[in-house]
């Protein structure tokens, strides 16, 4: 036990005994730098330099676009593609609960009883037996009852007009688009050579406003493409704007049409000076923005 105690202690001592490391010039052998140091000194230093290089370098890699430079992390288009990816998959599952609530509506119309998006206790209230009811014809009555159904019969020009009109209601063609920025359009839309945009230049630091209310889905930094905002719209529409600078939203925000979002920034490593790269998507498809937007 004695004999285990003096091993310690003199390993202990040995650790902690000074060495005096010195530099001379080898010319004129004048002493430039001296430092004493222990064995116990030395390893502590080595220890807390690999501990903060280990810290700098994980921080580093987590909060920073150096992450992408990893082999098999996604980059800037990995992203992108997944996000319009989960926005066509969202558009999908709420056509498909509309088809399965309307075949379910259906079912129940024809066994008998009431779709789920009527209240049946207002039906009930109003509902009564046809064969309580009186009512009579009055000559006049079945007059232009007969006029109405003729009308209505051979009137093929204004049925389609009607159906028309729906239609363009609920069409992009209907929607009045706010300008994201006003500018030269430097490159035009060109799907034969995947170019899904339009590049504006204008005036570094210019305002960059959304096209329509909507909501933010994405707000992100990739190394291609800087600063990177998509905003979602009614009728499927998605707007997205890239090489920004100064962004003033987050994820989640909702935006009115004409709000300012950020201002022409040459962020990115593709970009090759001031401008806005403007994307404008519906249900998945890409759409030139000059038949739809004025940017003169």
Same mark, same amino acid.
């Given at each position: 036990?004695?004999?285990?105690?003096?091993?310690?202690?003199?390993?202990?001592?040995?650790?902690?005994?000074?060495?005096?490391?010195?530099?001379?010039?080898?010319?004129?052998y004048e002493e430039v730098?001296?430092?004493?140091?222990?064995?116990?000194?030395?390893?502590?230093?080595?220890?807390?330099?690999?501990?903060?290089?280990?810290?700098?370098?994980?921080?580093?890699?987590?909060?920073?676009?150096?992450?992408?430079?990893?082999?098999?992390?996604?980059?800037?288009?990995?992203?992108?593609?997944?996000?319009?990816?989960?926005?066509?998959?969202?558009?999908?599952?709420?056509?498909?609960?509309?088809?399965?609530?309307?075949?379910?509506?259906?079912?129940?119309?024809?066994?008998?009883?009431?779709?789920?998006?009527?209240?049946?206790?207002?039906?009930?209230?109003?509902?009564?037996?046809?064969?309580?009811?009186?009512?009579?014809?009055?000559?006049?009555?079945?007059?232009?009852?007969?006029?109405?159904?003729?009308?209505?019969?051979?009137?093929?020009?204004?049925?389609?007009?009607?159906?028309?009109?729906?239609?363009? =209601?609920?069409?992009?063609?209907?929607?009045?688009?706010?300008?994201?920025?006003?500018?030269?359009?430097?490159?035009?839309?060109?799907? =034969?050579?995947?170019?899904?945009?339009?590049?504006?230049?204008?005036?570094?630091?210019?305002?960059?406003?959304?096209?329509?209310?909507?909501?933010?889905?994405?707000?992100?930094y990739t190394i291609e493409?800087?600063?990177?905002?998509?905003?979602?719209?009614?009728?499927?529409?998605?707007?997205?704007?890239?090489?920004?600078?100064?962004?003033?939203?987050?994820?989640?925000?909702?935006?009115?049409?004409?709000?300012?979002?950020?201002?022409?920034?040459?962020?990115?490593?593709?970009?090759?000076?001031?401008?806005?790269?403007? =994307?404008?998507?519906?249900?998945?498809?890409?759409?030139?923005? =000059?038949?739809?937007?004025?940017?003169?």
């Amino acid at each position: 036990m004695a004999l285990k105690r003096a091993h310690t202690r003199f390993f202990w001592r040995k650790i902690k005994d000074k060495y005096r490391l010195t530099i001379y010039n080898t010319t004129t052998y004048e002493e430039v730098f001296n430092v004493n140091l222990s064995k116990l000194n030395v390893l502590v230093i080595f220890g807390t330099t690999i501990t903060l290089t280990a810290v700098i370098v994980t921080t580093l890699i987590a909060y920073t676009p150096l992450k992408e430079f990893i082999p098999g992390y996604p980059d800037g288009k990995t992203n992108e593609q997944i996000i319009l990816n989960q926005i066509k998959i969202d558009s999908i599952e709420y056509k498909l609960k509309i088809k399965e609530q309307y075949l379910e509506n259906l079912k129940l119309i024809l066994s008998g009883g009431v779709p789920k998006t009527y209240k049946t206790d207002s039906i009930n209230k109003t509902t009564k037996k046809l064969t309580e009811l009186n009512i009579k014809k009055s000559k006049e009555d079945s007059i232009l009852r007969d006029q109405v159904e003729k009308e209505d019969k051979y009137s093929v020009i204004s049925k389609e007009l009607s159906e028309k009109n729906s239609k363009t =209601e609920n069409s992009i063609n209907s929607l009045s688009f706010y300008p994201p920025v006003k500018g030269i359009v430097l490159e035009k839309f060109n799907s =034969e050579k995947n170019h899904f945009a339009i590049d504006i230049v204008g005036k570094e630091k210019s305002p960059i406003c959304s096209v329509l209310d909507g909501s933010v889905i994405f707000v992100g930094y990739t190394i291609e493409t800087g600063n990177v905002i998509y905003i979602q719209h009614k009728n499927n529409i998605l707007s997205v704007y890239k090489h920004i600078r100064n962004v003033s939203v987050q994820q989640g925000d909702y935006v009115l049409k004409g709000k300012a979002i950020a201002s022409i920034g040459n962020t990115g490593k593709l970009s090759t000076g001031p401008h806005l790269h403007f =994307e404008l998507w519906e249900n998945g498809i890409p759409l030139n923005p =000059e038949n739809y937007i004025n940017f003169e």
